[in-house]
């Protein structure tokens, strides 16, 4: 049982050795002209994704893994890397794309600051802006 602080978005975590109130919130969004497209918010909060904190689970279980060794963690790392492949497939698929994309791409390649998927238009943009700017950072601009 979790603690729930809005349902589907905050969420008061477990805390162990001491007194630290830990919160995890996903963001919140919340479009007023057209309220398909989040059904049920209505109001809106920065907050984080499902793949930013299983990429976290991730690292963390690596971590856990060259501590002590052990068949579980690989079966769980396996499992961690499917849920973030299949979570850019969902997005992918709901925005009429496919994910032609490798397990390593999906943990792996960065997150695009505006949707926080590894594959998407505004990300495109982005990475387009970047490597104008490392173009023009060589070249003294
Ligand atoms: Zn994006």
């Not at 969420?11 to 630290?20: A, H, I, M, N």
């Not at 002590?68 to 997005?91: D, G, Q």
């Amino acid at each position: 049982m979790v603690d729930i602080i809005d349902p589907g978005h905050s969420y008061l975590l477990l805390t162990l050795d001491g007194e630290l109130k830990q919160t995890l919130t996903f963001v919140k969004r919340c479009d007023r002209q057209n309220p398909k497209r989040f059904p049920g918010n209505f109001n809106s909060y920065p907050g984080t994704t499902v793949q930013s904190v299983v990429r976290c689970l991730l690292e963390r279980m690596r971590y856990l893994q060259r501590q002590v060794w052990c068949l579980e963690n690989v079966f769980v790392i396996f499992c961690l890397k499917w849920v973030l492949w299949l979570m850019e497939f969902r997005a992918a698929r709901r925005h009429r794309r496919l994910y032609l994309k490798s397990l390593h791409y999906a943990e792996n390649q960065p997150l695009c600051l505006s949707c926080g998927h590894t594959l998407c238009d505004c990300g495109q943009l982005i990475q387009e802006m970047t490597k104008i700017l490392i173009e023009n950072d060589k070249n003294g601009r």
